[in-house]
């Protein structure tokens, strides 16, 4: 509660003033959530060092034990350890869920951009086609698009990102329909230069930081869908190890083992909180006033 | 050879019966601009004055293709060197942007990109249209900024537009536009956002640079002491026609239609600073339903049964003058 009240107050003195001149390091949202997601993506690679264990490799002679010495989180019903599942788990999710988000960023943006610039046809064409994909509810369309295209990676990938570019695509054009009239937009077009120079020098660079903020919060979201797709035993394949798989897993056993489905979702939260701090953070550092 | 222009020449730019339209939801339209004509010849300052609503800005904008969506030209040409502006393609109008033709805008707060170094700004031009080399083009822009009279360019060249104030980046603008040599530049109220001092410089300095480069200008502007500044022709707007059309110093020291006169006597003057001043009683006409006959009749302190009827075309009062009023020789007396 206390902390709310003073992330706002603080919030209020950074907007009052017209330019927050201060450097990137002291923006009190994207320094925390750039150093949780550091330390998530170092925990990550450094798996094999701070686990002596085999994520896959499984030991049926030593299933769901207790947290010990050596095991500290104990084991699952495989008898593998929970701790190294945990982690080599988190190389798979938020591979998945940083890759996952470039494909639709820079196509949504482009498909977005040629839409809000151009307009006319090309911009109904486009925009009939989003409304499509907007017609579905996410969840629902990932999942019957992997379930057609079959569990894995790669399928993921490609769900996600036949999914997800219309939200690019939207904001993008909403952004370059208001750029577009400004007179320094004008004044480019004026100056005798090419659609594609206006384009990438003059519209783009003002427009972007809306699907640079975006694409932060649609990590979460993707790693919610990797989540998701494993938990329904859709995602990625069995033995590797993954967070949404893990819960399922464990959730047998939530009444006595209750760490192994609760730890999962417990990294998923951090890295969700780490995510929005930077997209919070990136929102002020990358306002037009703010820009260098 | 020839200082003054002779008005028989080829000129730059010639507007003919421009008719500028605003579709209305019942199918009609309303004129906006109204069988507009007027030459800017090369090296001339051309003033187009009057008040919000009397199509200036319009004027301009059809002129330098960026009409709003809607609003449509109905009738008319513009012709610059040999083509007409209203019916160019883009691509053929994108090679005259810049090197021959450009344009000044209203407001330096949003005319420049914030995510781009001004003299990279001013630099794109010539390197589009006079094909020079990044280096070059770089050097070209400090050399229009130290033009304009901004100390330390190379310094400033390197600045983000917030980190200038208005006045400068006004000049920026100014340098930007004549970084090409254009043979005419259009500008929309340049100074209306400046301090009154800085507006006085920048208008100062921007007569001076067009002289300096043989550039034509056309200005639009509700201030008549701006025009008289920077301009040596104007036209007077009201309700989209010309009312008076002439020298600037002639139109300033005998107007020839009630209109302009009661523009001066509405706008104060250092000259007279006892004088009252006396507003144009009314509104300016419906541009649906505008008056039969003279737009300004309703508003005239000297109008007759006459004045609501039939066309008034711009007649000659002088050599180089005309007037839309064809009471001329009553009302100021017939010197001509």
Avoid at chain 1, 159 to 182: D, H, N, T
Avoid at chain 2, 182 to 200: F, G, I, K, R, S
Wanted: hydrophobic share 45%; glycine share 10%; aromatic share 6%.
């Amino acid at each position: 509660m206390s902390g709310l009240i003073l992330t706002r107050r603080w919030r209020l003195r950074a907007r009052s003033s017209a330019r927050d001149l201060r450097p990137w390091y002291r923006n009190e949202s994207l320094v925390p959530g750039l150093a949780i997601i550091a330390v998530m993506v170092l925990l990550a690679l450094l798996a094999p060092v701070l686990t002596p264990y085999d994520p896959i490799k499984q030991h049926l002679d030593q299933t769901l034990q207790g947290p010990s010495s050596a095991h500290w989180l104990g084991t699952d019903k495989l008898g593998r350890d929970v701790l190294a599942r945990l982690l080599y788990g988190a190389r798979v999710d938020l591979r998945v869920g940083f890759l996952a988000v470039l494909i639709p960023f820079a196509g949504g943006s482009v498909l977005g951009a040629i839409a809000g610039y151009f307009g006319g046809w090309l911009d109904i064409i486009i925009m009939r086609i989003v409304d499509v994909f907007y017609a579905f509810p996410l969840y629902v369309l990932v999942i019957a698009l992997v379930f057609v295209l079959g569990s894995g990676e790669s399928s993921i990938y490609l769900a996600i990102a036949l999914v997800s570019w219309v939200s690019y695509c939207k904001i993008v054009r909403g952004e370059v329909i208001v750029a577009r009239r400004q007179e320094y937009v004008q004044a480019a077009r004026l100056g005798g230069l090419g659609n594609l120079r206006v384009l990438g020098r003059h519209v783009g660079p003002n427009v972007i930081s809306q699907a640079i903020t975006y694409a932060m919060s649609d990590i979460i979201l993707d790693i919610m869908v990797i989540v998701t797709l494993g938990y329904l035993g859709l995602g990625i394949t069995p033995p590797t190890p993954e967070w949404g798989s893990m819960i399922a897993d464990a959730q047998e056993f939530i009444t006595t083992l209750w760490w192994m489905a609760v730890l999962p979702g417990v990294a998923v939260v951090i890295t969700g909180i780490g995510l929005s701090l930077t997209a919070d953070g990136l929102t002020d550092l990358l306002s037009p006033e703010r820009r260098r | 050879m020839a200082v003054a222009v002779p008005e028989t020449a080829e000129p730059l730019l010639s507007v003919q019966h421009l008719s500028i339209g605003l579709p209305r939801r019942d199918g009609s339209w309303a004129l906006l601009v109204r069988d507009i004509s007027f030459d800017v010849h090369a090296g001339v300052r051309y003033g187009l004055v009057g008040e919000s609503g009397s199509g200036k800005s319009m004027t301009l904008k059809a002129i330098a293709g960026l009409l709003p969506r809607g609003v449509a030209v109905m009738e008319g040409e513009a012709w610059f060197e040999g083509e007409d502006l209203l019916t160019m393609p883009a691509h053929r109008r994108r090679r005259i942007m810049g090197p021959r033709m450009a344009m000044i805008f209203q407001e330096p707060m949003t005319a420049l990109n914030p995510t781009m170094r001004v003299g990279k700004q001013i630099a794109e031009g010539p390197r589009r249209h006079l094909g020079l080399s990044k280096q070059a083009a770089d050097e070209l822009a400090i050399e229009m900024i130290r033009r304009t009279g901004i100390p330390d360019p190379a310094r400033r060249a390197r600045a983000y537009p917030h980190e200038l104030s208005g006045g400068l980046r006004q000049r920026v603008m100014i340098a930007m536009a004549l970084s090409c040599k254009p043979a005419l530049v259009l500008c929309d109220e340049p100074t209306t956002a400046l301090d009154v001092t800085v507006q006085d410089q920048v208008l100062r300095l921007l007569a001076q640079l067009c002289e300096e480069m043989g550039s034509a200008l056309t200005f639009v502007t509700h201030d008549l002491a701006v025009i008289s500044q920077t301009c040596s022709r104007l036209s007077v707007m009201y309700a989209g026609r010309i009312m008076e059309k002439g020298g600037v110093r002639e139109v300033y020291r005998a107007p020839r239609h009630p209109y302009t006169e009661a523009l001066f006597q509405s706008a104060p003057d250092f000259d007279e600073p006892h004088r009252d001043l006396v507003p144009i009683p009314g509104l300016p006409p419906s541009l649906t339903n505008p008056p039969p006959g003279c737009p300004f009749a309703p508003r005239c302190r000297y109008a007759v049964e006459a004045c609501n009827a039939g066309p008034k075309p711009l007649t000659r009062v002088r050599e180089g003058h005309l007037s839309a009023c064809d009471r001329v020789g009553q009302i100021f007396g017939g010197d001509s």
